[in-house]
Protein backbone atom coordinates (compact mmCIF):
# COMPACT_ATOMS: atom_id res chain seq x y z
CA UNK A 1 0.00 0.00 0.00
CA UNK A 2 0.91 3.64 -1.10
CA UNK A 3 1.05 6.10 2.07
CA UNK A 4 0.21 9.72 1.65
CA UNK A 5 3.97 10.80 1.10
CA UNK A 6 3.88 8.23 -1.86
CA UNK A 7 6.50 6.18 0.22
CA UNK A 8 5.05 2.23 -0.53
CA UNK A 9 5.19 0.66 2.94
CA UNK A 10 4.00 -3.01 3.59
CA UNK A 11 0.93 -3.27 5.80
CA UNK A 12 1.33 -3.41 9.62
CA UNK A 13 -0.07 -6.45 9.99
CA UNK A 14 1.98 -8.24 7.01
CA UNK A 15 5.24 -10.64 8.21
CA UNK A 16 7.93 -8.67 7.51
CA UNK A 17 10.34 -9.42 4.09
CA UNK A 18 12.03 -12.70 4.48
CA UNK A 19 10.43 -13.80 7.18
CA UNK A 20 9.96 -17.51 7.21
CA UNK A 21 6.49 -18.70 8.94
CA UNK A 22 6.40 -21.36 11.63
CA UNK A 23 5.66 -24.76 10.99
CA UNK A 24 1.59 -23.71 12.17
CA UNK A 25 0.78 -21.81 9.80
CA UNK A 26 -1.99 -22.82 7.60
CA UNK A 27 -2.79 -22.08 3.98
CA UNK A 28 -2.63 -18.99 2.39
CA UNK A 29 -5.62 -18.72 -0.25
CA UNK A 30 -5.12 -15.97 -2.78
CA UNK A 31 -8.06 -16.77 -4.98
CA UNK A 32 -9.47 -13.76 -6.89
CA UNK A 33 -12.88 -15.01 -8.57
CA UNK A 34 -14.57 -12.40 -10.87
CA UNK A 35 -18.09 -14.57 -9.93
CA UNK A 36 -18.38 -12.02 -7.06
CA UNK A 37 -17.89 -8.61 -7.92
CA UNK A 38 -16.88 -6.12 -5.42
CA UNK A 39 -19.46 -4.04 -3.91
CA UNK A 40 -19.80 -0.62 -4.94
CA UNK A 41 -18.37 2.80 -3.60
CA UNK A 42 -20.15 3.86 -0.52
CA UNK A 43 -22.00 6.94 -0.81
CA UNK A 44 -24.60 8.94 0.91
CA UNK A 45 -25.71 8.89 4.51
CA UNK A 46 -24.09 5.26 4.08
CA UNK A 47 -20.61 6.80 3.55
CA UNK A 48 -19.78 7.84 7.34
CA UNK A 49 -20.75 5.04 8.61
CA UNK A 50 -18.53 3.21 10.78
CA UNK A 51 -18.40 -1.15 10.70
CA UNK A 52 -17.93 -3.01 13.89
CA UNK A 53 -16.07 -5.36 14.21
CA UNK A 54 -17.25 -8.01 16.52
CA UNK A 55 -14.37 -10.81 18.19
CA UNK A 56 -11.86 -10.21 20.37
CA UNK A 57 -11.58 -6.41 21.44
CA UNK A 58 -7.75 -6.69 21.75
CA UNK A 59 -6.88 -7.19 18.35
CA UNK A 60 -6.22 -3.94 16.89
CA UNK A 61 -8.84 -2.78 14.00
CA UNK A 62 -8.11 -3.00 10.45
CA UNK A 63 -9.18 -0.84 8.02
CA UNK A 64 -12.16 -1.97 6.04
CA UNK A 65 -11.85 -0.27 2.75
CA UNK A 66 -8.62 0.74 0.60
CA UNK A 67 -7.53 3.60 -1.53
CA UNK A 68 -10.37 3.43 -3.62
CA UNK A 69 -12.78 2.81 -1.03
CA UNK A 70 -14.07 -0.68 -1.61
CA UNK A 71 -14.76 -2.58 0.88
CA UNK A 72 -11.43 -5.39 1.42
CA UNK A 73 -14.26 -7.70 2.88
CA UNK A 74 -15.24 -9.57 -0.24
CA UNK A 75 -11.75 -9.90 -0.98
CA UNK A 76 -11.02 -11.39 2.30
CA UNK A 77 -13.73 -13.94 1.57
CA UNK A 78 -12.55 -14.76 -1.86
CA UNK A 79 -9.40 -15.48 -0.65
CA UNK A 80 -9.92 -17.43 1.78
CA UNK A 81 -9.53 -17.56 5.48
CA UNK A 82 -6.88 -19.51 7.47
CA UNK A 83 -7.83 -21.49 10.05
CA UNK A 84 -7.28 -20.58 13.70
CA UNK A 85 -3.85 -20.11 14.61
CA UNK A 86 -1.06 -17.40 13.40
CA UNK A 87 -2.75 -17.27 9.65
CA UNK A 88 -0.56 -15.06 7.45
CA UNK A 89 -2.26 -12.27 5.96
CA UNK A 90 -3.55 -12.23 2.67
CA UNK A 91 -2.09 -9.43 0.55
CA UNK A 92 -3.67 -6.03 0.13
CA UNK A 93 -5.58 -4.81 -3.17
CA UNK A 94 -3.76 -2.32 -4.56
CA UNK A 95 -5.55 0.62 -6.70
CA UNK A 96 -4.91 0.93 -9.91
CA UNK A 97 -3.55 4.68 -8.59
CA UNK A 98 -0.81 3.24 -6.90
CA UNK A 99 -0.13 0.84 -9.41
CA UNK A 100 0.30 3.79 -12.33
CA UNK A 101 2.62 6.15 -9.70
CA UNK A 102 4.86 2.73 -9.07
CA UNK A 103 4.96 2.33 -12.72
CA UNK A 104 6.01 5.95 -13.86
CA UNK A 105 8.84 5.93 -10.76
CA UNK A 106 10.34 2.81 -11.79
CA UNK A 107 10.10 2.96 -15.23
CA UNK A 108 11.12 6.61 -16.18
CA UNK A 109 12.98 6.91 -13.52
CA UNK A 110 16.09 7.87 -15.04
CA UNK A 111 14.86 10.27 -17.47
CA UNK A 112 16.39 13.46 -15.74
CA UNK A 113 19.96 12.30 -16.41
CA UNK A 114 21.74 12.75 -19.67
CA UNK A 115 22.12 9.90 -21.70
CA UNK A 116 25.88 10.97 -22.89
CA UNK A 117 29.22 11.54 -21.54
CA UNK A 118 28.69 15.46 -22.45
CA UNK A 119 32.45 16.93 -22.47
CA UNK A 120 32.09 20.16 -20.45
CA UNK A 121 33.96 22.73 -18.70
CA UNK A 122 32.36 21.78 -14.83
CA UNK A 123 33.80 19.05 -13.47
CA UNK A 124 30.74 17.67 -11.76
CA UNK A 125 28.67 18.09 -15.27
CA UNK A 126 31.45 16.29 -16.82
CA UNK A 127 30.78 12.74 -14.77
CA UNK A 128 26.72 13.35 -15.47
CA UNK A 129 25.65 10.61 -17.66
CA UNK A 130 23.21 7.92 -18.50
CA UNK A 131 26.05 5.26 -17.96
CA UNK A 132 27.47 6.60 -14.81
CA UNK A 133 23.68 6.92 -13.38
CA UNK A 134 23.53 3.14 -13.96
CA UNK A 135 26.75 2.61 -12.43
CA UNK A 136 25.95 4.69 -9.59
CA UNK A 137 22.37 2.79 -9.09
CA UNK A 138 23.71 -0.57 -9.76
CA UNK A 139 27.22 -1.63 -8.41
CA UNK A 140 27.53 -4.99 -9.34
CA UNK A 141 29.82 -7.51 -7.00
CA UNK A 142 33.44 -8.04 -8.47
CA UNK A 143 32.72 -11.59 -9.96
CA UNK A 144 29.28 -10.53 -11.24
CA UNK A 145 28.31 -8.42 -14.39
CA UNK A 146 28.07 -4.32 -13.83
CA UNK A 147 27.19 -1.50 -15.49
CA UNK A 148 30.10 0.31 -14.32
CA UNK A 149 32.43 3.23 -15.66
CA UNK A 150 32.33 2.54 -19.98
CA UNK A 151 35.05 4.08 -22.56
CA UNK A 152 34.56 7.43 -24.15
CA UNK A 153 31.31 7.06 -27.08
CA UNK A 154 32.12 7.66 -30.78
CA UNK A 155 31.99 11.09 -31.13
CA UNK A 156 29.17 10.84 -33.81
CA UNK A 157 27.48 8.74 -31.79
CA UNK A 158 27.80 10.72 -28.90
CA UNK A 159 25.86 13.60 -31.20
CA UNK A 160 23.09 11.29 -31.96
CA UNK A 161 22.34 10.39 -29.20
CA UNK A 162 22.38 14.56 -27.68
CA UNK A 163 20.31 15.07 -30.51
CA UNK A 164 17.57 12.17 -29.64
CA UNK A 165 17.55 12.94 -25.91
CA UNK A 166 17.09 16.87 -26.60
CA UNK A 167 14.07 15.69 -28.43
CA UNK A 168 12.79 13.82 -25.82
CA UNK A 169 13.15 15.83 -23.22
CA UNK A 170 10.81 18.26 -25.22
CA UNK A 171 8.49 15.65 -24.73
CA UNK A 172 8.93 15.03 -29.02
CA UNK A 173 8.80 11.12 -28.36
CA UNK A 174 8.07 10.50 -32.06
CA UNK A 175 10.80 12.30 -33.91
CA UNK A 176 12.87 11.43 -30.41
CA UNK A 177 12.65 7.49 -31.68
CA UNK A 178 13.64 8.47 -35.34
CA UNK A 179 16.47 9.65 -33.78
CA UNK A 180 17.60 6.91 -31.19
CA UNK A 181 17.04 4.83 -34.40
CA UNK A 182 19.75 6.32 -36.46
CA UNK A 183 22.16 6.35 -33.39
CA UNK A 184 21.05 2.54 -33.16
CA UNK A 185 22.14 2.38 -36.92
CA UNK A 186 25.36 4.18 -36.03
CA UNK A 187 26.32 1.79 -33.16
CA UNK A 188 25.22 -1.46 -35.30
CA UNK A 189 27.88 -0.28 -38.08
CA UNK A 190 30.80 -0.15 -35.31
CA UNK A 191 30.69 3.02 -34.16
CA UNK A 192 29.87 2.52 -30.49
CA UNK A 193 33.34 3.73 -28.47
CA UNK A 194 35.64 6.29 -29.73
CA UNK A 195 38.59 2.67 -29.94
CA UNK A 196 36.57 0.58 -31.49
CA UNK A 197 39.53 -1.55 -32.11
CA UNK A 198 40.28 -2.39 -28.74
CA UNK A 199 36.48 -2.33 -27.49
CA UNK A 200 34.61 -5.72 -26.11
CA UNK A 201 31.55 -7.02 -26.53
CA UNK A 202 30.52 -6.27 -23.33
CA UNK A 203 30.87 -2.60 -23.49
CA UNK A 204 28.95 -2.51 -26.97
CA UNK A 205 26.06 -4.16 -25.81
CA UNK A 206 25.47 -1.93 -22.73
CA UNK A 207 25.55 1.02 -25.24
CA UNK A 208 23.37 -0.55 -27.67
CA UNK A 209 21.46 -1.88 -24.61
CA UNK A 210 20.61 1.75 -23.47
CA UNK A 211 19.56 2.61 -27.07
CA UNK A 212 17.32 0.00 -27.26
CA UNK A 213 15.87 0.59 -23.73
CA UNK A 214 15.38 4.43 -24.81
CA UNK A 215 13.22 3.61 -27.89
CA UNK A 216 10.96 1.09 -25.78
CA UNK A 217 10.71 4.47 -23.25
CA UNK A 218 9.54 6.63 -26.47
CA UNK A 219 7.38 4.00 -27.88
CA UNK A 220 5.28 3.61 -24.44
CA UNK A 221 4.87 7.34 -24.16
CA UNK A 222 3.34 7.00 -27.64
CA UNK A 223 0.92 4.47 -26.38
CA UNK A 224 2.14 1.89 -28.84
CA UNK A 225 3.44 -1.03 -27.17
CA UNK A 226 3.58 -3.37 -30.06
CA UNK A 227 6.36 -1.82 -31.48
CA UNK A 228 8.05 -1.45 -27.82
CA UNK A 229 7.94 -5.32 -27.30
CA UNK A 230 10.60 -6.20 -29.27
CA UNK A 231 12.64 -3.12 -28.04
CA UNK A 232 12.18 -4.30 -24.84
CA UNK A 233 13.18 -7.91 -25.39
CA UNK A 234 16.49 -6.49 -27.22
CA UNK A 235 17.65 -4.51 -24.63
CA UNK A 236 17.58 -7.36 -22.01
CA UNK A 237 19.18 -9.22 -24.84
CA UNK A 238 21.88 -7.07 -24.85
CA UNK A 239 22.10 -6.73 -21.06
CA UNK A 240 20.12 -8.44 -19.02
CA UNK A 241 21.70 -7.11 -15.48
CA UNK A 242 20.15 -4.10 -15.64
CA UNK A 243 16.56 -3.83 -13.62
CA UNK A 244 15.08 -0.91 -15.48
CA UNK A 245 14.61 -3.01 -18.27
CA UNK A 246 13.03 -5.33 -17.48
CA UNK A 247 10.64 -3.03 -15.67
CA UNK A 248 9.84 -1.47 -18.63
CA UNK A 249 9.07 -5.24 -20.19
CA UNK A 250 6.95 -5.48 -17.34
CA UNK A 251 4.93 -2.35 -18.29
CA UNK A 252 4.90 -3.13 -21.97
CA UNK A 253 3.09 -6.96 -20.97
CA UNK A 254 0.36 -5.06 -18.44
CA UNK A 255 0.08 -2.61 -21.43
CA UNK A 256 -0.72 -5.73 -24.17
CA UNK A 257 -2.76 -7.31 -21.79
CA UNK A 258 -0.54 -10.18 -20.49
CA UNK A 259 -0.65 -9.86 -16.75
CA UNK A 260 1.79 -13.16 -15.67
CA UNK A 261 4.04 -12.21 -18.17
CA UNK A 262 4.73 -8.60 -16.29
CA UNK A 263 4.72 -9.85 -12.91
CA UNK A 264 7.38 -11.94 -14.05
CA UNK A 265 9.51 -9.45 -15.35
CA UNK A 266 8.82 -7.05 -12.25
CA UNK A 267 10.11 -10.33 -9.78
CA UNK A 268 12.82 -11.03 -12.08
CA UNK A 269 14.00 -7.18 -12.13
CA UNK A 270 13.47 -7.21 -8.43
CA UNK A 271 16.15 -10.32 -7.97
CA UNK A 272 18.33 -8.52 -10.57
CA UNK A 273 18.38 -5.17 -8.57
CA UNK A 274 19.16 -6.82 -5.54
CA UNK A 275 21.72 -9.20 -7.28
CA UNK A 276 23.66 -6.19 -8.98
CA UNK A 277 24.38 -4.57 -5.42
CA UNK A 278 21.44 -2.47 -5.74
CA UNK A 279 20.79 -1.06 -2.03
CA UNK A 280 18.10 1.46 -1.99
CA UNK A 281 15.34 0.03 -0.10
CA UNK A 282 12.75 2.37 -1.18
CA UNK A 283 13.28 1.28 -5.08
CA UNK A 284 13.00 -2.14 -3.68
CA UNK A 285 9.47 -2.00 -1.69
CA UNK A 286 8.88 0.26 -4.78
CA UNK A 287 9.41 -2.97 -6.76
CA UNK A 288 7.66 -5.42 -5.01
CA UNK A 289 4.67 -2.98 -4.56
CA UNK A 290 4.50 -3.38 -8.55
CA UNK A 291 5.24 -7.39 -8.67
CA UNK A 292 2.48 -7.55 -6.34
CA UNK A 293 -0.24 -5.50 -8.26
CA UNK A 294 0.74 -7.43 -10.91
CA UNK A 295 0.02 -10.76 -9.84
CA UNK A 296 -2.96 -9.42 -8.49
CA UNK A 297 -4.15 -8.58 -11.55
CA UNK A 298 -3.10 -11.68 -13.31
CA UNK A 299 -5.29 -13.94 -10.74
CA UNK A 300 -8.18 -11.83 -11.21
CA UNK A 301 -8.30 -11.86 -15.00
CA UNK A 302 -7.84 -15.86 -14.48
CA UNK A 303 -11.30 -17.11 -15.38
CA UNK A 304 -10.48 -20.96 -16.36
CA UNK A 305 -8.77 -22.10 -13.40
CA UNK A 306 -8.60 -20.66 -9.56
CA UNK A 307 -5.21 -20.42 -7.73
CA UNK A 308 -4.24 -21.11 -4.25
CA UNK A 309 -0.64 -20.45 -2.15
CA UNK A 310 0.07 -23.11 0.43
CA UNK A 311 3.15 -22.04 2.73
CA UNK A 312 5.64 -25.09 3.39
CA UNK A 313 8.24 -25.50 6.09
CA UNK A 314 11.04 -27.57 5.82
CA UNK A 315 10.02 -30.10 7.83
CA UNK A 316 7.23 -30.96 5.91
CA UNK A 317 7.46 -33.51 3.05
CA UNK A 318 6.07 -32.70 -0.49
CA UNK A 319 3.49 -35.36 -0.53
CA UNK A 320 1.93 -34.27 2.74
CA UNK A 321 2.30 -30.72 2.05
CA UNK A 322 0.24 -31.61 -1.60
CA UNK A 323 -2.49 -33.41 0.08
CA UNK A 324 -3.01 -30.83 2.59
CA UNK A 325 -3.22 -28.17 -0.39
CA UNK A 326 -5.45 -29.80 -2.23
CA UNK A 327 -7.95 -30.74 0.93
CA UNK A 328 -8.05 -27.23 1.26
CA UNK A 329 -8.49 -26.10 -2.06
CA UNK A 330 -11.51 -28.51 -2.50
CA UNK A 331 -13.17 -27.43 0.85
CA UNK A 332 -13.00 -23.42 -0.45
CA UNK A 333 -13.37 -23.83 -3.91
CA UNK A 334 -15.60 -26.68 -4.75
CA UNK A 335 -16.21 -24.89 -8.24
CA UNK A 336 -13.04 -25.12 -9.76
CA UNK A 337 -11.92 -28.99 -8.53
CA UNK A 338 -13.08 -30.45 -12.02
CA UNK A 339 -8.98 -31.25 -12.22
CA UNK A 340 -6.39 -30.24 -9.45
CA UNK A 341 -3.02 -29.69 -10.06
CA UNK A 342 -0.21 -28.81 -7.66
CA UNK A 343 3.27 -27.73 -8.38
CA UNK A 344 5.64 -30.40 -6.49
CA UNK A 345 8.65 -28.25 -6.96
CA UNK A 346 7.48 -25.61 -4.08
CA UNK A 347 9.94 -23.05 -5.09
CA UNK A 348 7.09 -20.24 -5.61
CA UNK A 349 7.42 -16.84 -3.86
CA UNK A 350 5.33 -14.38 -2.81
CA UNK A 351 6.65 -10.19 -2.92
CA UNK A 352 4.90 -9.85 0.89
CA UNK A 353 7.39 -12.64 2.02
CA UNK A 354 10.45 -12.37 0.05
CA UNK A 355 13.55 -10.79 0.76
CA UNK A 356 16.73 -11.37 -1.39
CA UNK A 357 19.16 -11.12 0.80
CA UNK A 358 18.11 -14.16 3.42
CA UNK A 359 19.87 -17.28 2.82
CA UNK A 360 17.79 -19.41 0.85
CA UNK A 361 17.04 -21.96 3.05
CA UNK A 362 15.54 -19.69 5.09
CA UNK A 363 13.49 -17.80 2.32
CA UNK A 364 9.50 -18.48 3.09
CA UNK A 365 8.06 -20.89 -0.52
CA UNK A 366 4.56 -21.38 -1.25
CA UNK A 367 3.31 -24.53 -2.76
CA UNK A 368 1.05 -24.06 -6.11
CA UNK A 369 -2.28 -25.36 -6.49
CA UNK A 370 -4.50 -24.65 -9.64
CA UNK A 371 -7.64 -25.49 -9.71
CA UNK A 372 -9.48 -26.03 -12.95
CA UNK A 373 -13.53 -25.42 -13.86
CA UNK A 374 -13.08 -27.70 -16.53
CA UNK A 375 -10.89 -31.12 -16.43
CA UNK A 376 -9.77 -30.66 -20.31
CA UNK A 377 -8.50 -27.47 -19.55
CA UNK A 378 -6.07 -28.32 -17.06
CA UNK A 379 -5.76 -32.51 -17.67
CA UNK A 380 -2.65 -31.81 -19.58
CA UNK A 381 -0.67 -30.41 -16.91
CA UNK A 382 -0.48 -34.33 -15.46
CA UNK A 383 2.49 -34.76 -17.85
CA UNK A 384 4.98 -32.22 -16.34
CA UNK A 385 5.02 -34.60 -12.91
CA UNK A 386 4.99 -38.05 -15.32
CA UNK A 387 6.64 -37.23 -18.41
CA UNK A 388 10.78 -36.68 -18.88
CA UNK A 389 9.78 -34.87 -22.34
CA UNK A 390 6.42 -33.45 -21.87
CA UNK A 391 4.70 -33.02 -25.36
CA UNK A 392 1.37 -31.30 -25.53
CA UNK A 393 0.65 -31.36 -29.11
CA UNK A 394 -1.61 -34.97 -29.22
CA UNK A 395 -0.31 -38.42 -30.30
CA UNK A 396 1.82 -38.46 -33.26
CA UNK A 397 1.86 -34.83 -34.48
CA UNK A 398 5.22 -34.60 -35.38
CA UNK A 399 5.44 -37.95 -36.92
CA UNK A 400 3.07 -36.82 -39.68
CA UNK A 401 2.95 -33.91 -42.06
CA UNK A 402 -0.26 -31.93 -41.03
CA UNK A 403 -2.61 -29.72 -43.06
CA UNK A 404 -3.04 -26.04 -42.14
CA UNK A 405 -6.28 -26.26 -40.04
CA UNK A 406 -4.42 -28.96 -38.06
CA UNK A 407 -1.94 -26.75 -37.49
CA UNK A 408 -4.13 -23.58 -36.52
CA UNK A 409 -5.85 -26.42 -34.31
CA UNK A 410 -2.74 -26.81 -32.53
CA UNK A 411 -1.71 -23.19 -32.42
CA UNK A 412 -4.68 -22.33 -31.10
CA UNK A 413 -4.50 -25.24 -28.02
CA UNK A 414 -0.93 -23.82 -27.45
CA UNK A 415 -2.31 -19.69 -27.26
CA UNK A 416 -5.34 -20.80 -25.48
CA UNK A 417 -4.72 -23.94 -23.19
CA UNK A 418 -0.92 -24.36 -22.55
CA UNK A 419 0.78 -21.57 -22.36
CA UNK A 420 -1.24 -19.57 -20.33
CA UNK A 421 -1.28 -21.94 -17.40
CA UNK A 422 2.59 -22.57 -17.75
CA UNK A 423 3.08 -19.11 -17.71
CA UNK A 424 1.13 -18.42 -14.77
CA UNK A 425 3.01 -21.16 -13.24
CA UNK A 426 6.34 -19.35 -13.36
CA UNK A 427 5.09 -16.04 -12.48
CA UNK A 428 5.77 -16.74 -8.68
CA UNK A 429 9.06 -19.29 -9.37
CA UNK A 430 12.10 -17.13 -10.03
CA UNK A 431 14.20 -20.36 -11.28
CA UNK A 432 11.66 -21.82 -13.64
CA UNK A 433 14.74 -22.79 -15.97
CA UNK A 434 14.37 -23.76 -19.92
CA UNK A 435 13.86 -27.59 -19.90
CA UNK A 436 10.88 -29.21 -21.00
CA UNK A 437 7.53 -28.30 -19.70
CA UNK A 438 8.51 -24.74 -18.37
CA UNK A 439 6.92 -23.16 -21.13
CA UNK A 440 10.22 -21.75 -22.78
CA UNK A 441 10.48 -25.07 -25.17
CA UNK A 442 6.76 -24.92 -25.83
CA UNK A 443 6.71 -21.68 -26.69
CA UNK A 444 9.61 -22.48 -29.29
CA UNK A 445 7.38 -25.12 -30.33
CA UNK A 446 4.82 -23.10 -30.80
CA UNK A 447 6.99 -20.80 -32.83
CA UNK A 448 7.99 -23.43 -35.05
CA UNK A 449 4.19 -23.97 -36.07
CA UNK A 450 3.58 -20.52 -36.62
CA UNK A 451 6.07 -20.49 -38.87
CA UNK A 452 4.49 -22.84 -40.98
CA UNK A 453 1.24 -21.33 -41.34
CA UNK A 454 3.25 -18.12 -42.48
CA UNK A 455 2.72 -16.24 -39.63
CA UNK A 456 5.98 -14.63 -39.55
CA UNK A 457 5.34 -11.20 -37.24
CA UNK A 458 3.87 -13.47 -34.34
CA UNK A 459 6.54 -15.76 -34.89
CA UNK A 460 9.60 -13.32 -34.91
CA UNK A 461 8.33 -11.54 -31.46
CA UNK A 462 7.87 -15.29 -29.73
CA UNK A 463 11.62 -16.11 -30.90
CA UNK A 464 12.83 -12.15 -29.78
CA UNK A 465 11.16 -13.05 -26.19
CA UNK A 466 12.66 -17.00 -26.14
CA UNK A 467 16.11 -15.26 -26.33
CA UNK A 468 15.15 -12.83 -23.49
CA UNK A 469 14.77 -15.29 -21.66
CA UNK A 470 17.81 -17.33 -22.35
CA UNK A 471 19.76 -14.60 -21.81
CA UNK A 472 18.62 -13.76 -17.85
CA UNK A 473 18.35 -17.76 -17.22
CA UNK A 474 22.13 -17.69 -16.52
CA UNK A 475 21.81 -14.79 -13.47
CA UNK A 476 18.33 -16.68 -12.20
CA UNK A 477 19.72 -20.18 -10.51
CA UNK A 478 22.76 -22.52 -11.01
CA UNK A 479 23.29 -24.31 -14.01
CA UNK A 480 25.03 -28.05 -14.54
CA UNK A 481 27.21 -28.43 -17.74
CA UNK A 482 24.55 -30.30 -19.13
CA UNK A 483 21.80 -27.30 -18.06
CA UNK A 484 24.70 -25.04 -20.04
CA UNK A 485 24.90 -27.00 -23.18
CA UNK A 486 21.10 -26.87 -23.86
CA UNK A 487 20.96 -23.55 -23.20
CA UNK A 488 23.53 -22.79 -25.76
CA UNK A 489 22.00 -25.18 -27.90
CA UNK A 490 18.74 -23.71 -27.36
CA UNK A 491 20.04 -20.36 -28.00
CA UNK A 492 22.03 -21.04 -31.08
CA UNK A 493 18.69 -22.66 -32.86
CA UNK A 494 16.70 -19.45 -32.00
CA UNK A 495 19.09 -17.11 -33.30
CA UNK A 496 19.21 -19.28 -36.27
CA UNK A 497 15.67 -19.43 -36.45
CA UNK A 498 14.85 -15.55 -36.15
CA UNK A 499 18.16 -15.15 -39.42
CA UNK A 500 16.02 -17.36 -41.88
CA UNK A 501 19.25 -20.11 -41.51
CA UNK A 502 18.36 -23.53 -42.37
CA UNK A 503 20.80 -26.41 -41.21
CA UNK A 504 20.33 -29.97 -41.59
CA UNK A 505 20.05 -30.52 -38.07
CA UNK A 506 16.76 -30.90 -36.33
CA UNK A 507 15.64 -27.96 -34.13
CA UNK A 508 16.51 -28.69 -30.28
CA UNK A 509 12.65 -28.13 -29.78
CA UNK A 510 11.55 -30.35 -32.24
CA UNK A 511 14.18 -33.15 -31.01
CA UNK A 512 12.19 -32.46 -27.62
CA UNK A 513 9.19 -32.95 -29.01
CA UNK A 514 9.47 -36.36 -30.59
CA UNK A 515 11.21 -37.78 -27.55
CA UNK A 516 8.08 -36.54 -25.80
CA UNK A 517 5.78 -38.11 -28.70
CA UNK A 518 8.26 -41.61 -28.31
CA UNK A 519 7.31 -41.46 -24.25
CA UNK A 520 3.44 -40.99 -24.91
CA UNK A 521 3.55 -43.91 -27.10
CA UNK A 522 5.14 -45.92 -24.91
CA UNK A 523 2.79 -45.18 -22.28
CA UNK A 524 -0.26 -46.11 -24.64
CA UNK A 525 1.48 -49.49 -25.38
CA UNK A 526 2.18 -50.13 -22.04
CA UNK A 527 -1.60 -48.63 -20.78
CA UNK A 528 -3.05 -51.42 -23.48
CA UNK A 529 -1.55 -53.92 -22.35
CA UNK A 530 -1.79 -53.59 -19.00
CA UNK A 531 -5.91 -53.25 -19.90
CA UNK A 532 -5.43 -56.32 -21.85
CA UNK A 533 -4.02 -58.42 -19.23
CA UNK A 534 -6.61 -57.32 -16.74
CA UNK A 535 -9.67 -58.01 -19.76
CA UNK A 536 -8.15 -61.54 -19.47
CA UNK A 537 -7.55 -62.15 -15.99
CA UNK A 538 -11.33 -61.58 -15.99
CA UNK A 539 -12.44 -63.95 -18.16
CA UNK A 540 -10.27 -66.83 -17.12
CA UNK A 541 -11.33 -65.48 -13.17
CA UNK A 542 -15.22 -65.76 -15.18
CA UNK A 543 -14.62 -69.61 -16.85
CA UNK A 544 -13.38 -70.95 -13.60
CA UNK A 545 -16.52 -69.81 -11.84
CA UNK A 546 -18.70 -71.06 -14.58
CA UNK A 547 -16.87 -74.79 -14.56
CA UNK A 548 -16.77 -75.05 -10.70
CA UNK A 549 -20.64 -74.09 -10.58
CA UNK A 550 -21.33 -76.87 -13.65
CA UNK A 551 -19.23 -79.62 -11.68
CA UNK A 552 -20.80 -79.05 -8.70
CA UNK A 553 -24.44 -79.23 -10.81
CA UNK A 554 -22.91 -82.73 -11.58
CA UNK A 555 -22.21 -81.88 -15.34
CA UNK A 556 -19.08 -82.90 -17.57
CA UNK A 557 -15.91 -80.62 -17.61
CA UNK A 558 -15.48 -77.92 -19.88
CA UNK A 559 -13.98 -79.39 -22.97
CA UNK A 560 -15.30 -82.92 -22.77
CA UNK A 561 -18.38 -83.63 -25.17
CA UNK A 562 -20.27 -87.19 -24.80
CA UNK A 563 -21.60 -88.35 -28.00
CA UNK A 564 -24.41 -91.73 -28.17
CA UNK A 565 -23.66 -93.21 -31.65
CA UNK A 566 -25.63 -96.14 -31.99
CA UNK A 567 -25.32 -98.73 -29.62
CA UNK A 568 -21.80 -96.88 -28.08
CA UNK A 569 -21.06 -93.71 -26.65
CA UNK A 570 -18.16 -91.77 -27.59
CA UNK A 571 -16.35 -89.17 -25.56
CA UNK A 572 -14.98 -86.17 -27.19
CA UNK A 573 -12.03 -84.42 -24.86
CA UNK A 574 -10.56 -81.92 -27.17
CA UNK A 575 -7.95 -80.42 -24.88
CA UNK A 576 -6.29 -83.87 -24.58
CA UNK A 577 -6.44 -85.36 -28.17
CA UNK A 578 -3.54 -83.76 -30.32
CA UNK A 579 -4.30 -84.09 -34.21
CA UNK A 580 -1.65 -85.99 -36.26
CA UNK A 581 -0.76 -85.02 -39.65
CA UNK A 582 -3.35 -86.42 -41.82
CA UNK A 583 -6.28 -84.95 -39.50
CA UNK A 584 -5.11 -81.46 -39.67
CA UNK A 585 -7.66 -80.33 -41.35
CA UNK A 586 -10.31 -83.05 -40.32
CA UNK A 587 -12.58 -83.50 -37.00
CA UNK A 588 -10.57 -85.67 -34.14
CA UNK A 589 -11.44 -89.38 -34.52
CA UNK A 590 -13.72 -90.13 -31.20
CA UNK A 591 -12.87 -92.70 -28.65
CA UNK A 592 -15.24 -95.88 -28.84
CA UNK A 593 -16.04 -97.41 -24.73
CA UNK A 594 -17.51 -100.62 -24.80
CA UNK A 595 -21.39 -101.16 -24.19
CA UNK A 596 -21.97 -101.74 -20.49
Known sequence: MVQSAGVPQLSDNQAPPGRPSSATETDVNLIHNTQAPPPPKESGPNKRRKVRVRGNSTRPKKRMTDSRGVSDRPLVEKQGVCDEGSPLP?????????????????????????????????????????????????????????????????????????????????????????RFTTALELCSKGAAVEQSLHAVYEDISKVASLIESRLVACYLRLKRPKIALNHSHRAIQLNPIYFRHHLRQAMVYRLLGNPCAAARSAMIADWVYWLSGGSDEHISKLIKLYWQALLDEAIITE???????????AG?????????????????????????????????????????????????????????????????????????????????????????EDMERVCDTFSRRILPALDFIKCTKLAAGFSPGSGLVERLQYAGYLGQIQRSSEQTVILHQALAELAVAPYLQDLSHAETS?????????????????TDRERVWNEMQKVGMLEDLLFQLEETYLKNKAQRASRKQRAGVQGAEGKARGRPKAG????????????????????????????????????P
Open 303 to 313: DGFSVMYTPCS
Open 486 to 502: LLQALMADTMDTLEGRR
Open 560 to 595: VKIEAKGGSTVVTDKAKVRPTETQQETAVAPMTLPD
Open 90 to 178: PPLRISLKSLLAAEMKLVYGDEQHNITQQPSKSPVNSSASQFMCQASEIVGPPSGPNLGFLPQIDKWLDVALQDADSYYQQKKYGIAAS
Open 316 to 404: DSVGDCIAKAEETFRKQNPAFTDYLFTDPSGDHLLPQTTNWSNPPSTQQKYVLTLGFRRGQDGSFLSKLTSRTCPSFTGPRASFSSSSP
